[in-house]
Every structure is written in C-alpha cells, then in structure tokens.
C-alpha cells in the first residue's frame, strides 16, 4: 500500500464523517477531525516463546508456548517519536510473530512501514507483526492532513540489554581450569573411539558409541563435561569430520538412573543454526545449561539446546581475535589468553 492510497483512505474518512455530521442532527462534535495526532499505548498482548527442556534420562525437548502476562511495559517518547521496553522480553521470544494492542489519539490511522520497502499496511489488532527489528509505525490524522511517525524497538534478553565486561588481569595471572563434573574424555589413538576417566586418567575406560565411529571427529575435536540443574552429567564433543558439512555433535548423558552410550547427533535439513566446520571451538559450560563454542577468531556460538542449534551470540563479543586458550570458572564467566609471548589473560562476565 502506498502513501497515496493512505490519503486517499483518510479523505474517504472525512467524507463519511462529514455526512454523518449532516445526518445527525444539531451536535456540531459529530464528524470533526483533528490535526493533532500521537500514538497514545502500545503494549504486546501475546508473543510465542520456546522453552528447552531436558529430562533426567537425557532426553531433549523443545515447546512453544504463548505467554500473555508479566510482560513489559513500553515507553512513548513523543518528543523523541520512540516506543521501546526498558525491561527486557525473556529470551527465546519469537519477535516475528507479536500481537500488540496500539491506539491513537483522535481516531487517527495507524499503519505499519514494511521492512523491506517505502510500503505501508494498516495495523489490524488480529494480525501478528514482526517486531524482530526496529520498525517504524506512523500515525494519520483523519483529516488527511499529515502524520506523526514513530520507531518501534522491542528489545529482548540477549540482544543487546545486556553486555559483556571484560578486564584484562595483572601479569603472573593462571588460567583457571574449566570445571568438568570429575570426567575426562578423549579420542583414542586410533581416533576411532573415546576414552574415560573419572580419576585424573589413573584408570580409563572405552566408551561404547550408538552409530558407526567413522562419524567421530577426524580433527579439531573438542569434549566438555559440566553437571545439569536437573542433576544428570552431560557430555558433549564436536569436530570436523569430513563426512559432514557442518562440525559433527556427539553426546553422553552420566546419571544415576542411565549408563548412556555416545549418540551422535546428525545434522537436520530443517536445521540452519549448525556449527560450522574448519576450526578448532573451546567447548564451555555457561549459563542456564547452555553451552558456548567459541572460536580462535573470536567468534562466539551458543547453544541452549545442548548441541541440537547453534546461533552466534553478538553479546558476548570478545575482546581480542587471536585466542590460544579459553575456560571458565563456571559462574557465567569467560577467561581468554592471547596468542603470542606476553600471553595476557582476560577476563569477562556479562553485566544486566
């Protein structure tokens, strides 16, 4: 829809008004139109949310549900033409798909700009809209006389209310050593199978594997082990193969109730957040049970998912690109030592 037909529409509007005032007697307040225009609320009535889950025998599931309560309020900037949230919408919100309650002063019309394009789309109370970028939303007097055009940013945990802080340590600093819920993993000498410990490789043992050890990692395989909220041990390797055209996952659930093989975990048609091949990743438990694989160059993966979807998390950007170490600690932090003979350490946490 173009602006002219937007005009058009609003004059459309006058006409009807202005015969409803002729018709309906002597209340001069029926059919005026007003100059004045402004967005008067905007707040989101539902947005889908997907929520993780993992059972204690290892299984991972995934649900969407649509969340219509506890949900932020939003600022109406009229000097700055602005409507954001100060608090953020919980991550895993689908912002693509939103239904939003908006009313304007005086009856004026109120429409979209597309994303892609100078187009323009009435708003409809029933129809989803993607907020997943800043968009504009403009608002017609029905006299047809103007507009009022306002940007609409609807900010959700993890991109972008929150920022990583890092420090650079004092010289003589060590490393810490990434927890690893007591297990240690590697590939045998042969690379065609795992080994365990549980006591610092005094005893080892041979891990049996679900699927067929030519789809283990040929090269730039990387373990992490960490200990789950639900109380399991999860185990997870990845690696290039040359079999695949994304890095192979491999998995291992420890519990108290399940001795689990190896599964491997083959790459989906339907799944586009892969990890991609090539490099070596420092594999590392972080928050809510997800887990980072960050890069030598820097860049930053993660998945909340346990290895199924990996996204790259502009978040925690880091401060250099020539990485020659990475752990953590195990609280939500990240430690980095840079390549090259001063080996300086550094080291970050995200800040809300």
Known sequence: MNIKYVFTLCLMWVTALTLTSCLGGNDDSDGMTYDDVAITAFSIRSVNRTFHKTS??????????????????????????????????????????????????????????????????????TDSIDFSKTRELRVYASNGSGFRAYTVDIKMSGDGSSSMQWKQMPAGTEMPVTPSAGWAFKLNDAGDGINASNDEWATQTVETLDTDAKLLPQRNASFACWSQSNGSTYALLVGDNDLQQSAVVWRKVISDVLV?????????????????????????????????????????????????????????????????????KGEGDIWLQESGEAGTIWYGKMTE
Not at 63 to 79: E, K
Not at 92 to 118: H, M, P, Q, Y
């Open 56 to 125: 204690s025998t290892g299984e991972d599931s995934t649900y969407v549900t649509a969340i219509s309560s506890n949900l932020p309020v939003f600022t109406i900037d009229h000097y700055q033409q602005k409507i954001y949230n100060t608090t953020p919408l919980p991550s895993e919100c689908d912002l693509t798909r939103v239904l939003v309650t908006i009313a304007a002063k005086n009856n004026g019309g109120i429409v979209l700009k597309s994303l892609i394009s100078d187009s323009l789309f009435y708003y409809n109370s």
């Open 260 to 328: 689990s093989s190896w599964t491997y975990m083959p790459l989906s048609d339907s799944n586009p957040y892969y990890l991609p091949k090539g490099q070596y990743y420092w594999l590392l438990p972080y928050t809510d049970n997800s887990v980072l694989a960050i890069a030598a160059d820097g860049t930053v993966y993660q998945s909340r998912d346990q290895g199924i979807t990996w996204k790259t998390n502009s978040n925690l950007k880091l401060p250099i690109s020539n990485i020659a170490k990475v752990s953590t």
